[in-house]
């Protein structure tokens, strides 16, 4: 149980391009997902607490404007990349919360999104 | 500052032997620490949650210590087998449902 699917796996696009990715949760409803960013042999940064039927909340540093995200069912939230340049590049993972916020459960996640920009 | 430190980036060791693996932890207070492993390419998968409270949690062949004097949790993968290779990322829960990440640690076995 608890699978979550993130789509697409990979996407390679021209700069300037809007890039959308998907998370859904398969088998439970999830009010409260996140969205990371991974380098490299780093570690995952949280960009932003998705929130279902409310607005995300974002972490220090992260431009609203730049990573727009929905969260408009129980089950979807969406990543969406505008005009994203070179340094956008990187691998994006989300995840999901069985249970909503304070539940003390853990995270799941999906299989992230490589996304490469020429 | 806060900060989250696994001791090593690369762990070698032979099969069937017992790996360690450390997280530290700095001017944090978290209510429970989970550890999850990571394969090239895939999102994390969930292996255990230890709370402030235990002091140990054991999953098959994976143990868990939380030691909040210390800061510090111990993973350890007992009869180690070449599957278990991958990278191993400790967790805090920070504000209750957020989580900080550790850079991981990855461990090779050798058969």
């Known amino acids: 149980g608890a699978v979550v699917s993130q789509h697409p796996s990979r996407v390679i696009c021209k700069s300037g391009t809007s890039v959308k990715i998907e998370c859904r949760s398969l088998?439970?409803?999830?009010?409260?997902m996140f969205w990371y960013r991974q380098f490299p042999k780093k570690s995952l940064m949280l960009m932003a607490t998705?929130?279902?039927?409310?607005?995300?909340?974002?972490e220090q540093g992260v431009e609203k404007d730049k990573f727009l995200i929905n969260h408009a069912s129980l089950t979807l939230s969406t990543l969406t990349v505008t005009s994203a340049h070179p340094e956008d590049s990187s691998f994006y993972i989300c995840?999901?919360?069985?249970?909503?916020?304070?539940?003390?459960?853990?995270?799941?996640f999906g299989d992230g999104t490589r996304l490469s920009i020429l | 500052s806060q900060k989250i430190e696994q001791n090593s980036e690369a762990l070698n060791i032979q099969e069937g032997k017992t790996a360690t693996l450390t997280c530290n932890y700095t001017?944090?207070?978290?209510?429970?620490l989970q550890w999850y492993r990571q394969d090239p390419g895939r999102g994390p998968v969930f292996l255990l949650l230890?709370?402030?409270?235990?002091k140990e949690k054991r999953k098959e062949r994976l143990k868990v210590t939380f030691d909040t004097t210390l800061k510090q949790s111990l993973f350890h993968i007992t009869a180690s087998q070449p599957a278990d290779s991958a990278t191993y990322l400790c967790?805090?829960?920070?504000?209750?449902?957020?989580?900080?990440f550790g850079a991981g640690t990855t461990v090779t076995v050798r058969a």
């Open positions: 230890i709370r402030e409270n235990e």
């Open positions: 967790a805090l829960a920070i504000n209750d449902y957020k989580l900080s």
């Open positions: 001017n944090y207070s978290p209510a429970y």
């Open positions: 088998d439970f409803q999830a009010t409260t």
């Open positions: 998705s929130n279902e039927g409310s607005k995300a909340t974002y």
């Open positions: 995840s999901a919360l069985p249970g909503g916020a304070y539940s003390n459960q853990p995270q799941h």
